[in-house]
């Protein structure tokens, strides 16, 4: 079972990045998907979450209205699309995956985690 995370970089105030997250070794279709971030010296927090069917979504106060989860389970890959990133988004970002946790942002509720991608926002 592997969650491989990419697409991470720096990028300057304003800008975008996608990030993506392959799954392998298991059925994602049964499962709902999460991003977590950490940055420096702070607890993992959860960014959004995305149910099996991609019919529900959830997404923290500070990142709704910029952020865009989704998933492409014939490819077995979900994604996070950032928009109008800020300083305080730069973290490490986490990809995970739940099968019983139901669609939420707590990250003891996943079973599986990506090793994690990099995300600069600086000018």
């Known amino acids: 079972v592997q969650l491989q995370a990419s697409g991470g970089g720096l990028v300057q105030p304003g800008g975008s990045l996608r990030l993506s997250c392959a799954a392998s070794?298991?059925?994602?279709?049964?499962?709902?998907i999460g991003w977590f971030r950490q940055a420096p010296g702070k607890e993992r927090e959860g960014v959004s979450c995305?149910?099996?069917?991609?019919?529900?979504?959830y997404y923290a106060d500070s990142v709704k209205g910029r952020f865009t989860i989704s998933r492409d389970n014939a490819k077995s890959t979900f994604y996070l699309q950032m928009n109008s990133l800020k300083p305080e988004d730069t973290a490490v970002y986490y990809c995970?995956?739940?099968?019983?946790?139901?669609?939420?942002?707590?990250?003891?509720?996943?079973?599986?985690w990506g090793q994690g991608t990099q995300v600069t926002v600086s000018s």
């Open positions: 070794g298991f059925t994602l279709d049964y499962y709902a």
């Open positions: 995970a995956a739940t099968e019983f946790y139901g669609l939420g942002l707590e990250a003891h509720g996943y079973d599986y």
């Open positions: 995305i149910s099996s069917s991609g019919g529900s979504t």
